[in-house]
């Protein structure tokens, strides 16, 4: 039976809906978050689903809350839904925001990486399935959103966004967002798997991954808060809720994934109006 998971960034929930009838939406059950709030008064005031991502095997649910530092796991075997383990994030107060599965190959996984928001930093957890029965996190490694050489301007907005991690799993991408420099930016780690022990020099037992920082572009805009690839993963198109570009999109090397640092196609900010008002550009993905 096809579900579709819809999460609440106000209220800490998480809804199940049966959408096996295409003209109608079933509901099928609630899952409240909970969990103990982190210490930003201000931002972490409750709890705030702010993603639900399925895994690549197309079991668990990983859920960052922005507001209790954690990332909760629901598992989907035999329609239950059920939250099957709640994974801190080892640095209070970072605010996980957006999260992505490793490898993207469609089986289990073995890393999962989150943007935190609240502190721009990429927390890295391998991933243990124990023996198929359920999914916890384990943190194992934490780096910034931004290079060395191209530091926010105002560190205390600064707010990382979207995170994205390519096919063939050597290259990640995050959005650096409301940093006070005159435009945001894109950043692009590589990504190293590593060996773990039991395996052999012709047949290696696959570990955890490490990320390292390549590059950092312009976004084009102000708060670039979602981006996508396209289906060829070519090209990288991002929004931008303010600024001077809406939409842009960044061509990406096949081979070094790197980005172009201008981009090869715009819209300006002003072309989004609906009625009298300017619009601002939030979600983006190549659908033919």
């Given at each position: 039976m096809p579900h579709k998971l819809t999460k609440s960034s106000t209220n800490g929930t998480v809804d199940?809906?049966?959408?096996?009838?295409?003209?109608?939406?079933?509901?099928?059950?609630?899952?409240?978050?909970?969990?103990?709030l982190g210490p930003n008064k201000l931002r972490q005031d409750k709890s705030y689903a702010h993603q639900a991502i399925l895994d690549p095997s197309g079991r668990y649910?990983?859920?960052?809350?922005?507001?209790?530092?954690?990332?909760?796991?629901?598992?989907?075997?035999?329609?239950?839904?059920?939250?099957?383990?709640?994974?801190?994030?080892?640095?209070a107060g970072c605010g996980p925001r957006h999260g992505?599965?490793?490898?993207?190959?469609?089986?289990a996984p073995t890393a999962f990486v989150v943007a935190c928001e609240l502190s721009n930093t990429l927390e890295v957890f391998s991933v243990s399935t124990?023996?198929?029965?359920?999914?916890?996190?384990?943190?194992?490694?934490?780096?910034?959103?931004?290079?060395?050489?191209?530091?926010?301007?105002?560190?205390?907005?600064?707010?990382?966004?979207?995170?994205?991690?390519?096919?063939?799993?050597?290259?990640?991408?995050?959005?650096?967002?409301?940093?006070?420099?005159?435009?945001?930016?894109i950043s692009h780690f590589k990504i190293t798997q590593q060996a773990a022990p039991g395996g052999s020099?012709?047949?290696?037992?696959?570990?955890?991954?490490?990320?390292?920082?390549?590059?950092?572009?312009?976004?084009?805009?102000?708060?670039?808060?979602?981006?996508?690839?396209?289906?060829?993963?070519?090209?990288?198109?991002?929004?931008?809720?303010?600024?001077e570009s809406g939409v842009v999109a960044f061509s990406r090397a096949e081979d070094t994934g790197i980005l172009t640092a201008l981009p090869i196609a715009s819209i300006p900010v002003p072309n989004f109006v609906v009625g009298t008002q300017v619009g601002t550009p939030v979600f983006i993905q190549q659908i033919v």
């Amino acid at each position: 039976m096809p579900h579709k998971l819809t999460k609440s960034s106000t209220n800490g929930t998480v809804d199940v809906w049966d959408i096996s009838d295409a003209s109608a939406l079933k509901h099928m059950k609630s899952l409240t978050l909970g969990g103990e709030l982190g210490p930003n008064k201000l931002r972490q005031d409750k709890s705030y689903a702010h993603q639900a991502i399925l895994d690549p095997s197309g079991r668990y649910f990983a859920i960052c809350d922005l507001g209790t530092d954690s990332i909760s796991i629901i598992d989907s075997q035999d329609d239950k839904y059920d939250i099957v383990s709640r994974n801190s994030v080892s640095r209070a107060g970072c605010g996980p925001r957006h999260g992505a599965w490793y490898p993207q190959n469609g089986g289990a996984p073995t890393a999962f990486v989150v943007a935190c928001e609240l502190s721009n930093t990429l927390e890295v957890f391998s991933v243990s399935t124990n023996n198929g029965s359920s999914l916890s996190l384990t943190h194992s490694s934490e780096l910034s959103t931004y290079g060395a050489a191209f530091p926010p301007a105002n560190a205390t907005s600064a707010a990382a966004g979207e995170i994205i991690i390519s096919s063939d799993g050597k290259h990640a991408y995050v959005s650096n967002r409301v940093s006070g420099n005159a435009t945001d930016s894109i950043s692009h780690f590589k990504i190293t798997q590593q060996a773990a022990p039991g395996g052999s020099k012709c047949k290696p037992k696959a570990g955890g991954i490490t990320l390292e920082f390549v590059d950092q572009i312009s976004s084009g805009g102000v708060n670039p808060r979602m981006f996508s690839f396209s289906k060829d993963q070519k090209t990288l198109f991002s929004t931008n809720m303010a600024g001077e570009s809406g939409v842009v999109a960044f061509s990406r090397a096949e081979d070094t994934g790197i980005l172009t640092a201008l981009p090869i196609a715009s819209i300006p900010v002003p072309n989004f109006v609906v009625g009298t008002q300017v619009g601002t550009p939030v979600f983006i993905q190549q659908i033919v």
